[in-house]
């Protein structure tokens, strides 16, 4: 009698479980876990693709391609999984995974809050088996209340595991996390449709490789590449790329950022100055037993031209000081002081809209700077005397070096006679050099309208472009 009630106990329990399966659906709305959000963006490219389907038809299909179309080689993010379980083979790690998420979706303890989604609901452990760079197992002082790993439901659980189908490897593993549809419609296109179309070419052999192992350089690439595909559209953006990976003893992270201003001035010099853009930021790749040719603005080792193959992924001077946040404009003194000889135009657009959208400049101080350097010029111009004003600009490494050489400016400019001053008090207080402003950058700024203007007017002289320019300090010592 006894054994007949624990046999339709355990029916019912059965039966409850198989509705939960059946009625188990997974909702797309972003968590703001970069982890999570790219493997639900995955599953839902994937189910869409697949409407027929239900969840554990997916999560089985997924597990088809992770084991016999990849070989199983997920080591680097689902740590000793069902999947990368050395002791199972074949098919077993197939069923032994489909069995996990059967428990994950039915369990019915555990009553919290996800630590993803932050919805309340049944959770389950989510250790390194089925999650990246958490503590789990021994680590139980890890997390809150010593859990033995993050707690989570099953929705984030399900969309972790189509993680794979979302990432890019560089070596380590590489997230692409976009504030818009359109950063997430690229990275889809790029990493999960790409996916799929190897995988029904029989082409697919694991994670998608990039040509890329230098993340920082990868990133001002798909940057480019978001921005040239929607050039019709206004985007601003914040891309953000994590580069990770979950492997054993190795776990480690990087989170590189192109906040919004850098990006938008990416977007905008993309569109106007593309080719200027690329002729600066290639001068400042650091290759290794190479020479630059300022004559036919090239990169050569040993009289051989370098290609993109050999320095994609050496350091570039221009990517990182943008990621630091530190001022390229420095750099953009000196490419331009390069070009005063070259025959092709130049201009200063490019410094421009630097200066605008991530130094923040104004058009009144731009502007007045410019005047700055059209009066300079036509004293230097009147007195044939292009080296002297140069030398005394380029050479002002501090604050109290640049007000000399300007106020000697101006006293000259009222020594000849000149109606016009170079600037008046009001614009140096309140346009010139404002509070917060760093006075480098208006000298270089300075530097830039000034050369450009040299090379408008053809001017031959002789100029040291090889000369460098003295860096300034960086510090915002008052002016």
């Not at 199972?88 to 489909?98: A, D, F, R, V």
Request: hydrophobic letters at 35%; aromatic letters at 12%.
């Amino acid at each position: 009698m006894e054994e007949q009630m624990n046999f339709e106990f355990k029916d019912e329990e059965f039966e409850k479980k198989k509705r939960m399966l059946e009625n188990f659906k997974v909702t797309f709305e972003e968590t703001g876990d970069p982890f999570v959000d790219a493997g639900g963006m995955a599953l839902e490219y994937i189910s869409k693709q697949f409407p027929e389907k239900t969840i554990m038809e997916l999560i089985e299909w997924a597990a088809k391609v992770y084991v016999v179309k990849w070989n199983a080689k997920l080591n680097a993010l689902f740590l000793n999984s069902p999947i990368t379980q050395t002791s199972k083979k074949g098919n077993q790690k197939i069923l032994s995974t489909i069995e996990m998420f059967k428990e994950i979706i039915t369990k019915s303890s555990n009553l919290g809050f996800c630590r993803y989604c932050g919805n309340k609901t049944y959770l389950s452990k989510a250790g390194r088996d089925v999650s990246c760079l958490v503590g789990s197992g021994t680590f139980v002082n890890f997390h809150h209340s010593h859990e033995a790993g993050l707690m989570i439901c099953p929705q984030c659980a399900v969309k972790y595991f189509f993680l794979p189908f979302g990432l890019l490897s560089m070596g380590n593993l590489t997230i692409l996390q976009s504030t818009t549809n359109y950063g997430t419609e690229f990275w889809k296109m790029k990493t999960v449709k790409t996916n799929l179309d190897k995988i029904s070419r029989g082409t697919s052999e694991g994670i998608l490789k990039s040509d890329f192992k230098n993340p920082k350089n990868a990133l001002f690439k798909l940057a480019s590449e978001l921005i040239n595909i929607f050039a019709n559209k206004e985007i601003s953006e914040n891309l953000t790329l994590y580069h990770f990976t979950n492997f054993a003893a190795s776990v480690d992270c990087n989170i590189y950022s192109i906040p919004n201003p850098v990006f938008n001035f990416l977007s905008r010099v993309l569109k106007i100055k593309a080719r200027q853009w690329f002729d600066f930021t290639y001068r400042y790749y650091h290759i290794s037993k190479s020479k630059w040719n300022e004559k036919t603005n090239q990169w050569e080792i040993k009289d051989k031209i370098v290609t993109e193959d050999d320095y994609r992924n050496c350091r570039n001077e221009i990517f990182n000081k943008l990621l630091e946040g530190r001022s390229i404009l420095s750099n953009m003194t000196s490419y331009y002081k390069k070009q005063i000889k070259k025959t092709k135009g130049i201009d200063s657009s490019m410094a421009v809209y630097y200066a605008k959208e991530v130094i923040k400049m104004t058009s009144e101080q731009i502007n007045l700077i410019k005047s700055i350097g059209n009066k300079i010029f036509d004293l230097m111009k009147e007195e044939d005397a292009f080296k002297k004003y140069l030398v005394k600009l380029e050479g002002a490494s501090k604050a109290y070096q640049l007000r000399s050489a300007l106020i000697n400016i101006i006293k000259k400019n009222y020594s000849v006679g000149n109606e016009e001053t170079i600037v008046t008090l009001d614009e140096w207080v309140t346009y010139l050099f404002p509070d917060g402003q760093y006075w480098g950058e208006v000298r270089d700024l300075l530097l830039i309208f000034l050369y450009e203007k040299m090379h408008e007017n053809d001017m031959k002289i002789e100029v040291d472009v090889n000369e460098q320019i003295d860096e300034t300090e960086e510090n915002n010592e008052e002016i």
